[in-house]
């Protein structure tokens, strides 16, 4: 490529790409429960929502596909495996603005205490997010007031991320299972 093409090239890449960049920061895609910061080690999104999982009644979002014998017999349900289609939320009702889904699976990995393994992939609907996804692997301690899980990865403006995920339990009922939980996450692109 000769030096004037090299040149040409690298104009119109900046004519083309530096619009796209402005609209990621602001515009109709702006989204409320995300926050972008370009920083000198990369890109640190904070996301905040509520993931709802519902157990009980006629229209479960998370089910359960597998467990040992010996369950039911446990208090902390041991053995116990759970498939996930969750919805998230920008607020804490149920009725608040989607923002996406966690789909994937969780299981009570804990003989004496409540422990969940969680294997979740938590994808985005909403603004600039739309289409892109985190993935989210490690122990929720369920009955402890605040929990953090690893980001392992993530696809779209997430891709190659890793941060963690700090939940905490907004709502829950105790007969039923169903939790609300809120979510506050950093995650490094």
Request: net charge negative.
């Amino acid at each position: 490529m000769t030096r004037i093409a090299l040149i040409v090239f690298l104009i119109i890449s900046l004519v083309v790409t530096v619009p796209w960049i402005q609209s990621l920061e602001d515009g109709p895609d702006q989204v409320n429960w995300a926050k972008r910061l370009d920083g000198e080690k990369g890109v640190v999104t904070n996301l905040q929502f509520y993931f709802h999982d519902t157990v009980s009644g006629p229209n479960p979002t998370a089910v359960r596909v597998a467990e040992a014998s010996a369950t039911n017999n446990s208090l902390t349900l041991f053995g116990s495996l759970m498939m996930v289609d969750d919805p998230l939320t920008e607020g804490p009702d149920p009725s608040s603005k989607l923002v996406g889904r966690a789909q994937g699976l969780y299981g009570s990995a804990a003989q004496s205490d409540f422990g969940l393994i969680m294997a979740l992939n938590y994808g985005f609907i909403d603004g600039i997010y739309n289409g892109s996804s985190i993935s989210i692997l490690g122990l929720n301690q369920a009955m402890h007031l605040v929990r953090e899980m690893a980001i392992v990865g993530g696809t779209g403006l997430f891709r190659m991320a890793r941060g963690y995920a700090i939940a905490k339990t907004y709502w829950m009922n105790p007969l039923t299972g169903n939790a609300i939980v809120g979510y506050n996450v950093t995650v490094v692109t």
